[in-house]
């Protein structure tokens, strides 16, 4: 699969905006005598009990990859893919389409051919790769917004796997509100996703 807008993406980014920043009206209508340090703190680490998760092929002949019973190629195993289309293509990624994913299920199972016309197989153990279950990201803890995060968690981080010729990299990528703009003068830009790269493994 290669980047394209879906629905379910459209959705998901409401759906987390919600869910880290949805509570503040209903807190702030609270009686005066509602202790207001539930919140001041976030705790840390952060982690997760489920994600989203989506694959993208790259300069591959044929690409196929399921995960947690799901054929992400049912329709394009065969043809093949091209390169990214600029340097910065992994921005388009985010949120990943298959959502509510519990962790973990059974491995990635990944079949392709690589430019070379090789054929490849492997299992990606993505509950291996997260076994601490822990958020990644690159907001410093004393940037992050008070208050959203009260009990370490966030929902659905997005986990990304890639297949580029004969290399799979896995990616986590997750909104993190900040306290100060990130780009000065949009007040829409508290936040940051940042794509990190967690496994990398050339076949």
């Not at 985010?94 to 959502?99: D, E, M, V, Y």
Request: aromatic content about 10%.
């Amino acid at each position: 699969m290669s980047g394209r807008t879906s629905p379910f993406r459209a959705f998901l980014c409401a759906a987390t905006l919600l869910l880290m920043t949805g509570c503040h009206p209903a807190m702030s209508t609270q009686s005066d005598s509602e202790p207001k340090q539930r919140m001041a703190s976030n705790q840390f680490p952060l982690k997760f009990v489920d994600h989203s998760f989506e694959p993208f092929c790259y300069n591959t002949l044929a690409c196929k990859v399921i995960y947690n019973h799901y054929d992400f190629n049912l329709l394009d195993a065969e043809k093949p893919s091209g390169p990214p289309r600029s340097a910065d293509y992994k921005d388009d990624w985010w949120p990943a389409s298959h959502g509510g994913i519990r962790n973990f299920p059974h491995p990635a199972e990944v079949h392709w051919v690589s430019l070379d016309g090789v054929a490849h197989e492997a299992s990606v153990d993505i509950g291996a790769i997260f076994k601490d279950e822990r958020v990644l990201y690159t907001v410093p803890n004393s940037e992050i917004k008070a208050g959203m995060f009260p009990q370490g968690l966030i929902a659905d981080p997005s986990i990304f796997l890639e297949v580029n010729d004969r290399t799979i990299n896995v990616y986590m990528c997750v909104l993190i509100p900040t306290k100060v703009e990130q780009i000065p003068g949009n007040k829409n830009s508290d936040a940051r996703t940042d794509m990190i790269l967690v496994w990398t493994q050339t076949y």
